[in-house]
């Protein structure tokens, strides 16, 4: 159906029927929504201006919308679980398609609310996007978020048309695991980790949408939950009712997720594994992920849940014990002489160096009468991403707060300074 258009579905700027195109944002105004969607310009809960769709899945429709209050863009996601229901045509009403499904629309509409006071007890999250209102109008409900602008992992891959990289990949799955950390630590799982319902923002962060199927848990019991299944993403215990379910099932879909934006490939289902297909390690797809990393993804995806990392504390210590034992050190040490950088050293991890006038017994050399043979050590700890210096000479080693003493390991984070004897010597350590 061609509606007349009178506000930009993509920047609510008035414009004239007249126009193809939106004068102020240049988006196409002929492109026609599905009938079965609200229309642009269509008024909600008297306050909310309908615009473009976001997205539509199973059970609801997400809308870009105005929030005329504030002149603010939000996203609202309507229940309108397409199997079940019609819209009425020219009105915004929601209707059953047939009295039999009744019952699943009530139970459907109950889960939409339990989705809508899940995401507002984590507003202070935020890797999880933010729920501001909620209503019931049009015989359905109504989730109002804050708009994040940009596009899921899945959409992002597939308009690259090339996997994430690797820092990318770890940066999602740092800021993924804390986030599902903190969801986990309030006695509740999301269940629907996937490519989908993760959004990389404009400004290269994360954050966790689409809590639809998050269900409370008790922790060492088996509880009866619903059948949730998301192919290649979700554990084998979703794929029953009495499977148990808890936070290592979040964290083989997290790591699925993370074996999927950086190879392209779906892992094998659930039941292709059970039925004896063997399944390819992230290291044999992707070259570029160690091998360490790919064996903590393998762990994760393992089909026993026993065998997976029980919390997210405990993924993110061996997930990160693994990225930095196979990273190359990025760590320099800068010397400096009289204010000028004089030389710059690569730090390995775990290896001290020692500073001193004596050629035999140093590693770096400094041929000053004020400088002790042997002066001090430094050792540079990549996991702390700290440094620890010793100091052994007569005159002394210093740091911005003052003098180290003797013989003591001093710790002190990546971008200190330290002073020998005076500031005539002077060295930095960085991370670049
Ligand atoms: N807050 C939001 N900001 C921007 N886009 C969103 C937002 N919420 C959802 N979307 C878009 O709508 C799509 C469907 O939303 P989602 O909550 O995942 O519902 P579904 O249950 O249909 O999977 C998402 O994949 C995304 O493209
Ligand atoms: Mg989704």
Redesign the pocket.
């Known amino acids: 159906m061609n509606r007349q258009i009178v506000y930009c579905p993509n920047c609510f700027e008035l414009c004239s029927p007249q126009e193809t195109h939106c004068k102020a944002c240049g988006y196409s105004l002929t492109v026609t929504q599905d009938e079965r969607s609200l229309s642009v310009g269509d008024d909600l809960h008297g306050t909310y201006t309908v615009g473009r769709?976001?997205?539509?899945?199973?059970?609801?429709?997400?809308y870009?919308c105005m929030d005329r209050r504030y002149s603010r863009i939000?996203?609202i996601?309507e229940y309108f679980p397409g199997e079940w229901v019609k819209r009425l045509p020219m009105t915004k009403r929601v209707m059953l398609t047939d009295s039999r499904f009744e019952a699943n629309y009530r139970h459907g509409l109950e889960v939409f609310l339990n989705e809508a006071k899940i995401l507002y007890g984590l507003r202070d999250n935020s890797a999880v996007?933010?729920v501001s209102d909620f209503f019931q109008e049009n015989q359905t409900a109504y989730l109002v978020?804050?708009?994040?602008?940009?596009?899921?992992l899945?959409?992002h891959i597939m308009k690259q048309k090339k996997p994430l990289s690797y820092d990318e990949a770890n940066r999602m799955i740092f800021n993924m695991a804390s986030a599902l950390g903190y969801i986990h630590k309030k006695g509740l799982l999301h269940r629907?980790i996937s490519p989908?319902?993760i959004?990389l923002t404009k400004d290269g962060n994360m954050?966790l949408?689409?809590?639809?199927a998050t269900r409370q848990y008790v922790s060492n019991e088996t509880v009866d939950m619903s059948v949730l299944v998301k192919t290649g993403f979700s554990p084998l215990e979703q794929y029953s009712r009495s499977g148990n379910q808890g936070p290592w099932s979040d964290i083989y879909a997290l790591a699925a997720t993370y074996y999927y934006v950086l190879s392209g490939k779906k892992p094998l289902t659930a039941n292709e594994r059970c039925s004896g297909m063997t399944m390819k390690s992230l290291h044999d797809r992707q070259s570029n992920v160690p091998q360490a990393v790919s064996n903590v993804i393998n762990t994760c995806l393992d089909m026993d849940y026993t065998k997976r990392p029980q919390n997210m504390g405990r993924f993110l210590e061996l997930f990160r014990n693994a990225v930095l034992s196979s990273e190359t050190p990025k760590a320099h040490m800068y010397f400096y002489q009289n204010g000028k950088m004089v030389r710059k050293w690569h730090m390995l991890p775990g290896r001290t160096v020692r500073i001193g006038r004596s050629m035999s017994e140093c590693d770096i050399c400094i041929e000053d009468g004020m400088i002790s043979r042997v002066h001090c050590s430094i050792r540079y700890e990549a996991l702390e991403n700290a440094i620890y210096v010793t100091d052994y000479s007569s005159n002394g080693t210093y740091t911005a707060m003052g003098l180290i003493g003797k013989n003591r390991f001093q710790r002190l984070m990546m971008g200190s300074e330290i002073f020998l004897v005076s500031d005539k010597y002077r060295f930095k350590m960085e991370v670049n």
């Open positions: 769709v976001l997205g539509t899945g199973g059970f609801g429709i997400t870009l939000c996203a996601k996007v933010n978020m804050e708009y994040v602008e940009g596009e899921t899945a959409q629907d989908d319902n959004m954050k949408i689409d809590f639809g």
